[in-house]
């Protein structure tokens, strides 16, 4: 028996099983290396969508900011016209608590005057008639 046709057969054999081994490992690597870039995509889509997302943020966070901005300069401007507005106020209650001094003693000098023009004025009522009266009864003894 021809050993060189066996030997041939078995090189052959491990010449089969050594690519097998080498085509399995490549693939093996193969897969290691896709697993590895998809998981370098799947990290670089993560990242980009986290960016995105940050960007969002701080573009709501910087809308926000300049809302509030706007909002303090409003409250700022209500609390001048607030203060403003207080000093009328008491200006106006001065005013008032003034006018109602000066109506007072318009009253009391009126009251004064109408008293003292309204007694004038009936005690000369009150002299009048105590003459009429006073003639009445004359009359009246006339009469008798």
Do not use: P, W
């Not at 401007?77 to 008032?96: F, G, N, P, S």
């Amino acid at each position: 028996m021809d050993v060189s046709l066996l030997k041939t057969l078995l090189n052959s054999f491990f010449d089969f099983a050594a690519s097998y081994d080498q085509a399995r490992s490549t693939l093996h690597d193969i897969d290691v290396e896709s697993a590895r870039k998809q998981l370098f995509v799947a990290a670089g889509e993560r990242l980009t969508n986290s960016m995105f997302g940050d960007q969002d943020k701080v573009e709501e966070a910087s809308s926000l900011r300049q809302l509030f901005g706007d909002m303090k300069k409003e409250i700022r401007a209500l609390c001048k016209r607030a203060q403003d507005l207080q000093v009328l106020l008491i200006d106006a209650d001065e005013k008032v608590q003034e006018d109602k001094l000066a109506t007072s003693f318009a009253t009391q000098e009126f009251d004064a005057c109408f008293d003292a023009d309204f007694k004038s004025d009936l005690d000369q009522k009150k002299e009048n008639l105590e003459a009429i009266r006073q003639e009445l009864i004359n009359y009246k003894l006339c009469l008798d």
